[in-house]
């Protein structure tokens, strides 16, 4: 999924060229990943056709391994997409590439948006690289049945707290949602934690550098940040004191048999939440752009909960957000444009948010999105509720800094080793240091 070095020596041959993806002068092409979106923006695409006659919208999806895969390739060989639906983790390497088309000309205000997310595109140069699409935060999914059963109601499991020494009552709670082959839970005598049969928690792997759906809750509710500055950070802080305290203990909760180990991961075929719909986790956190996976399950209800409260009193999750960009060498670059201005516009977000799929960037196309949920039966209070109360909750930004292909080359096995095979946590040091050699060259 990463960019690597033979596409910034290739891309003088790629830009050369020019010409982009083939189509004609009419025609804009936009390329996204995520199949349950496709139905939504193909009827943005019918609104944006009728206000601009003459030009169409053709859309391709692709799985998202794929999606990076051909994307990369595509800049190599310039076949390249107008518009493509971009991601925080690749935008610092897309914009170093340059590879992007600057956006200042869209006149997207900021304000029109949930707070931060337009913010998180502009580049170290001060150019805007992506217009805001949505938005999406992290809370716990749990199976009703099982919590009810270990005697835990939903105003409790609201109202959990952790701290890197005991675990507070998140980790009582996880706990006593852990049960194993013989009927005994994970906080009553004789539990075994080598023959599990429901995990408290399920894993959705390491969290290589950012730790999304796995441990960031825990760091930033801690006080822990990526690096020194909110964007464009050269000073990465995994050797902190706290982050490693914290990461020690989360992933002592797999020594311990609550959470599940890291051998039962695997993005494709077994992640968290084909672990909670399987019956052998009894909760997952995860992101706002899985509510209706869960809610989907057969055979098994779910509800959702908080993020636990931490040691600076307040409940975090990360607030990501997608944009949509275009292309340096975009073959429609004026059709482009307007077609991700219209992407942005109340009017087609309002009509994603009627979806019920994505939480979109604008205050009404979220407002849409909720009352999309609602109709479906659906509370994301878990999910919109940190975005809108700044007293107890603290989001955070995805972290946006150079070279974050290899800031994942160097976390991801590093994160794996101590999380599976036990290896220090004080390791950290030396990958730290390694990291930051790097964005300081």
Aim: proline content about 4%; charged content about 20%.
């Amino acid at each position: 999924m990463a960019l690597t070095g033979a596409l910034a020596l290739s891309l003088t041959a790629g830009c050369a060229r020019g010409a982009g993806p083939g189509g004609d002068a009419g025609t804009v092409t936009y390329w996204l990943w995520d199949a349950n979106q496709l139905p939504a923006y193909q009827a943005c695409a019918k609104g944006f056709e009728k206000e601009n006659p003459g030009l169409k919208v053709k859309i391709t999806q692709m799985g998202w391994g794929d999606y990076w895969t051909k994307l990369t390739a595509s800049f190599i060989a310039g076949t390249q997409p107008d518009v493509f639906t971009d991601h925080i983790q690749k935008f610092g390497q897309f914009a170093d590439l340059k590879v992007l088309e600057p956006l200042d000309d869209l006149g997207i205000d900021e304000s029109a948006y949930q707070p931060g997310l337009a913010a998180n595109w502009v580049g170290q140069d001060g150019h805007r690289y992506g217009a805001p699409k949505d938005w999406d935060t992290v809370a716990l999914f749990y199976n009703q049945k099982m919590a009810a059963s270990a005697g835990l109601t939903a105003q409790e499991l609201n109202s959990l707290s952790w701290n890197p020494r005991d675990g507070g009552t998140f980790e009582k709670a996880i706990a006593h949602l852990t049960v194993d082959v013989d009927g005994r839970r994970g906080d009553e005598p004789g539990f075994d934690r080598h023959h599990v049969k429901v995990y408290g928690l399920a894993t959705a792997g390491a969290g290589d550098g950012d730790g999304q759906t796995q441990w960031s809750p825990f760091t930033a509710s801690a006080g822990w940040t990526y690096t020194e500055k909110k964007r464009w950070g050269t000073d990465y802080q995994y050797d902190s004191k706290t982050f490693q305290s914290v990461v020690d203990w989360y992933f002592g909760l797999a020594k311990k048999g609550y959470l599940a180990p890291l051998t039962d991961y695997s993005a494709g075929a077994n992640p968290a939440n084909a672990q909670v719909a399987a019956g052998r986790a009894a909760a997952a956190f995860d992101g706002a752009w899985m509510i209706s996976t869960y809610y989907g399950f057969k055979g098994v209800k779910v509800g959702t909960a908080f993020t636990p409260a931490g040691p600076t009193g307040k409940r975090a999750t990360m607030m990501n957000g997608l944009a949509d960009s275009v292309t340096k060498n975009a073959r429609n670059k004026e059709g482009a444009k307007k077609w991700v201005r219209y992407l942005a516009s109340d009017a087609c977000q309002r009509t994603v948010g009627g979806y019920g799929i994505v939480f979109p960037a604008t205050p009404d196309g979220t407002k849409a999105a909720v009352a999309a949920y609602e109709k479906k039966g659906i509370d994301v209070t878990a999910f919109t509720e940190p975005v809108a109360d700044k007293k107890d909750f603290a989001t955070f930004s995805y972290p946006i800094t150079n070279n974050a292909a290899d800031v994942l080359a160097l976390m991801q096995p590093a994160m794996q080793d101590i999380y599976g095979n036990g290896r220090s946590v004080s390791s950290l040091d030396e990958t730290n240091d390694q990291i930051n050699l790097i964005l300081s060259q």
